[in-house]
């Protein structure tokens, strides 16, 4: 079954942002060997761009803008939310263009990454209508969720996404993806990841956030960016790629957080807020917020 049948039953709107996305997501699959390393420019974070980074970006915002679908527009490339006043449609959407592009010099996998809401973006992720990703890795595969259900794509040779997978479960499974240095790992945080290592998880980290994430979705397990010495928010976006991964995730039967609490009740302050992420089982995150309580006492 296609995409455009699958998603057939959902709001108007809603399915057509989605197919736009899709669309676009097909060119941004083909874009890579013509558009290979750094551009000269940096984002609001003040890290180098890449030159797919910025065209990736330039194409959502264009085709997005031209569809007419979205009002509001907030894009890890960009310092502020952009509000497009000949939408008709009231929804609000967050991307991150290329999740993860300090890995296509190396070849690896990286995605895009999608948030929707209704109207105003600076919301709790638990409001979300939706969200989707992209993975462009051997395959180039789409998972999305409207609340009813997580459903995985994957683009076939004719260009169009089928479906593979219906009502995606996340697994128990022993997969731990840990980000940060180990040398900087707040006293918590190390005994969890200890705590794992001694149960034999096995370690499984790309450097790309939606990659990892979409391994531990199917294999069970727990990813983490944490808080970290210097660096108390860490490193992950909660707009932009916490909060949307979280938001499937959390869909599928697992649980995402900041380490304390369940990260889809934050509300952003600003686009650029930074949380500390630990998505994945159930289980997994049940224990780091039981070890940051003690932690606490
Ligand atoms: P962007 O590429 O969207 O800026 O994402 C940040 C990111 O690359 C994540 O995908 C990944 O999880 C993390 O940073 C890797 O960080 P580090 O290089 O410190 O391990």
């Known amino acids: 079954m296609k995409l455009d049948t699958h998603i057939a039953s959902h709001d108007e709107d809603v399915k057509q942002v989605v197919l736009r996305i899709s669309e676009v997501a097909k060119k941004i699959s083909r874009g890579f060997a013509t558009r290979r390393g750094a551009s000269n420019t940096s984002n609001i974070y003040g890290e180098q761009q890449q030159a797919m980074d910025v065209w990736a970006d330039e194409l959502l ?59 105003d973006v600076l919301s709790p992720g638990k409001e979300m209508l939706g969200a989707m990703y992209v993975l462009y890795g051997p395959l180039t595969t789409l998972t999305y969720c409207l609340r009813e259900g997580v459903y995985e794509f994957a683009m076939d040779d004719n260009g169009d996404f089928v479906l593979q997978e219906e009502n995606i479960v996340i697994p128990e499974g022993k997969i731990y993806a840990p980000g940060a240095l180990r040398r900087d790992y707040l006293p918590a945080h190390r005994g969890f990841i200890e705590g794992l290592e001694a149960e034999g998880y096995k370690l499984r980290y790309s450097g790309s956030f939606v990659a990892d994430v979409h391994q531990i979705l199917h294999k069970g397990g727990v990813f983490t960016y944490p808080a970290y010495a210097g660096r108390e928010m860490g490193k992950l976006r909660l707009l932009f790629e916490a909060a949307p991964m979280g938001f499937i995730v959390s869909q599928a039967g697992g649980a995402v957080s900041d380490g304390r609490r369940d990260l889809l009740t934050i509300k952003p302050e600003a686009v650029s807020q930074r949380v500390p992420v630990y998505i994945g089982g159930k289980r997994e995150i049940t224990l780091i917020e039981g070890m940051h309580k003690e932690d606490t006492l």
Do not use: H, M, W
């Open 61 to 119: 915002i264009s085709e997005l803008r031209a569809s007419k679908l979205v009002r509001y527009l907030a894009s890890e490339e960009q310092p502020d939310v952009l509000t497009f006043e000949v939408s008709v449609s009231n929804i609000g959407v967050t991307i991150d263009p290329l999740d993860g592009s300090s890995l296509l010099d190396v070849n690896l996998a990286v995605g895009t990454i999608v948030g929707i809401y209704r109207g």
